[in-house]
């Protein structure tokens, strides 16, 4: 029974630190861990997660508890992970997987990359290039929205690489998508750098967030509802922030 | 007009699958998101062509939300997956920015009036959001989430 429960708690600090760190909602996180102990025939479980960490503890027999904390620092969005870490918590709930299979096979989605689609750049900036056209932009807009897309997907990219803060990213996400769009649309002498400047920024900003928040909150998760709200207003706010400083800029050369 | 319409639909599609593709969604979940991305758009779009834009962002998401929901049971995975890129073309990217080029403007109150407008479109979204995945859950066939 020991053995089984140390290796459980890992299992489940494993699946939800992947639920996690890789887009997906605290409640998922919880429930997963509480659906996979359930298997188990797990007496007690706690389990709390917030963005930025969670706390279990579970007891098989109800006299002893076994306690994990874990701190979670990078937080990007791969829904591929989510839907694997979700398929093995099936597969441990159905018994058709035993623990060790089960650990293996978490560690392999934790660690791999197997599915990160090829050319990534190119989709970011053809995305942005139809968002552009959605808001009404031609084919000057559509252009220059593919390029800046490709630029903007190749800095978040990098910017994720370096482990750095999200704050970094957005500020100089926003100021090179403004930069372009203005600069491009001056050149030219034609064009409409407003619907550029939304275009491209559509893909950056935190839709998930801002209203996962305001759900975290209505359905009572009141401290993950409000972490979900400052990051999405954080992001959203250095954005446009980022943006804004150019546009500023270039409204105070009176070349707008 | 119906052109107009429809070429927005294809566009809408195209540009959450490509954004689907950004963020690692799983391949056969691909088109059945961006299926859902236009079904959401249109609905949307036909609310701000009637008038009232806060109605095409909380039917249109509960649409997306619902959608995503079925597809869910139907591959068994999560709903976020189909829901997430979804979402993304009926966000208020542009209140945002009308937001920020307001206060650039230093016209503070048309900053505040859209700031105001957008944070309670977000709200709308949530709202109906919240709606659906209670109701959901309530239908008793959720297992992991």
Same mark, same amino acid.
């Given at each position: =029974? ?54 279990? *503890? ?8 076994? *306690? ?64 552009? %056209? ?21 800095? *978040? ?44 920024? =559509? ?6 967030? =801002? ?14 509802? =409000? ?7 954080? %992001? ?8 804004? %400083? ?11 | 007009?119906?052109?107009?319409? #429809? ?49 095409? #962002? #909380? ?11 079925? !597809? ?11 829901? !997430? ?23 503070? !109150? ?36």
């Amino acid at each position: =029974m020991e053995i089984i429960s140390a290796k459980l708690l890992k299992i489940i600090k494993l699946s939800a630190q992947i639920i996690l760190e890789n887009g997906g909602e605290t409640y998922r996180a919880e429930e997963t861990i509480k659906f996979i102990c359930k298997a188990y025939d797990i007496k007690e479980i706690e389990a709390i997660a917030t963005p930025t960490g969670f706390y279990i *503890t579970i007891s098989s027999d109800g006299n002893e508890n076994s *306690t994990v904390v874990k701190r979670i620092r990078k937080r990007t969005i791969n829904l591929q992970k989510i839907a694997d870490v979700n398929n093995v918590s099936r597969q441990i709930a159905l018994h058709t997987i035993d623990l060790d299979e089960a650990l293996e096979e978490l560690e392999k989605i934790e660690n791999d990359k197997p599915h990160e689609y090829k050319y990534t750049q190119l989709y970011g900036g053809i995305s942005s290039a139809f968002f552009v %056209v959605l808001f009404g932009g031609g084919i000057f807009e559509f252009v220059v929205a593919l390029f800046t897309g490709i630029l903007i997907t190749q800095i *978040t990219k990098h910017f994720v690489n370096l482990h750095s803060y999200q704050f970094f990213s957005s500020i100089v996400s926003g100021t090179v998508i403004a930069a372009i769009a203005i600069v491009a649309t001056l050149a030219a002498k034609t064009g409409n750098y407003n619907q550029i400047i939304v275009g491209s920024i =559509m893909p950056l900003l935190p839709g998930l967030s =801002m209203t996962n928040a305001i759900r975290d909150t209505i359905r009572g998760d009141l401290i993950s509802g =409000m972490a979900r709200g400052a990051e999405a207003l954080l %992001v959203a706010a250095s954005l446009a922030a980022g943006a804004g %400083v150019f546009i500023y800029f270039a409204y105070s050369l009176g070349i707008l | 007009m119906l052109v107009k319409f #429809f070429s927005e639909m294809i566009f809408c599609f195209l540009a959450a699958y490509f954004y689907a593709m950004i963020m690692n969604a799983p391949k056969k979940t691909l088109i059945y998101s961006s299926v859902v991305a236009s079904l959401g758009y249109m609905v949307y779009n036909y609310c701000v062509n009637q008038g009232s834009p806060r109605l095409g #962002f #909380f039917l249109g998401t509960t649409v997306i939300a619902f959608f995503g929901e079925i !597809f869910a049971r139907k591959f068994k995975m999560p709903a976020t997956i189909f829901i !997430f890129p979804a979402l993304i073309p009926i966000v208020p990217g542009f209140g945002l920015y009308q937001t920020i080029f307001a206060l650039v403007e230093d016209n503070i !109150f048309q900053a505040l009036k859209t700031g105001v407008n957008t944070f309670l479109n977000i709200g709308a979204m949530a709202v109906a959001m919240a709606m659906v995945s209670l109701i959901a859950l309530k239908m008793g066939t959720r297992k992991t989430e």
